[in-house]
């Protein structure tokens, strides 16, 4: 695990118009990580506003804080409205690509 991130997401929920509802997600809390946490949009879109840096990926199985680090997560803007995507994607939606549904 070389990357530094202050959280990892490993599943997502979207509502019935596609629009991010929570994540499920682990938070690096010192030199440890929290276990998984259920992060609502709003909260998640705060913490992203405070420059936090959040990645898409797994953790590995018996293996506590090592993880398998996907794309990095970031806002996006769009006729006015922010949305929460992944890697190099852009659009009018919320999407995070590769990231499981729960």
């Known amino acids: 695990m070389a990357a530094k991130f202050d959280g990892l997401i490993e599943a997502v929920r979207y509502d019935a ?39 898409t990926g797994k953790r590995v199985h018996q293996l506590g804080g090592t993880f398998q680090v996907g794309n990095t997560v970031r806002l ?11 890697g190099a994607q852009t659009g009018s939606r919320d999407f995070l690509e590769g990231v499981p549904i729960f």
């Not at 949009?41 to 405070?50: G, H, N, Q």
């Not at 996006?76 to 992944?86: N, P, R, T």
């Open 17 to 55: 118009d596609g629009r991010l509802v929570m994540v499920r997600a682990y938070e690096r809390w010192g030199s440890a990580y929290s276990d998984n946490l259920l992060i609502d949009r709003e909260t998640l879109m705060a913490r992203l506003k405070k420059r936090k840096r959040f990645v």
């Open 76 to 86: 996006s803007s769009s006729a006015g409205q922010e949305f929460v995507v992944s």
